[in-house]
Nanobody
Framework: QVHLVESGGGSVQAGGSLRLSCAAF???????????MHWFRQAPGKEREGVAA????????FIADSVKGRFTISHDNAKNTVYLQMNSLKAEDTAVYYC?????????????????WGQGTQVTVSS
């Protein structure tokens, strides 16, 4: 079993920056089996959408068009932590951000195919 713990959310004015962190905890075999980590977000009344993903082995990344050029994703294998650097934030980035992790398979993958989820962290951008 793996537990994902997110941090770094908060309130910021439009144009500002935040960095989210998601740390994976659990048995070393389970944590080391993670092959893909993905940030999703869900705004009130909207479906959960993928934001950015990273392959923990090869470092390949996926960035959604809606945040391309503003958000970057990175991973620290030694710390089993994935980061989402969010710059030039807009009001429409306001959402609860969730970290997801998957073992095996490909990256990114559909929402339902992730094995583990964090509890979410709120990001609020005021205009």
């Amino acid at each position: 079993q793996v537990h994902l713990v997110e941090s770094g959310g908060g309130s910021v004015q439009a144009g500002g920056s935040l960095r989210l962190s998601c740390a994976a905890f659990g048995h070393s075999y389970s944590v080391n089996s993670i092959s893909c980590m993905h940030w999703f977000r869900q705004a009130p009344g909207k479906e959960r959408e993928g934001v950015a993903a990273i392959s923990t082995g090869g470092g390949n990344t996926f960035i959604a068009d809606s945040v391309k050029g503003r958000f970057t994703i990175s991973h620290d294998n030694a710390k089993n932590t994935v980061y989402l650097q969010m710059n030039s934030l807009k009001a429409e980035d306001t959402a609860v951000y969730y970290c997801a992790a998957g073992t095996g398979g490909y990256c990114p993958r559909p929402l339902a195919q992730y094995n583990y989820w964090g509890q979410g962290t709120q990001v609020t951008v005021s205009s």
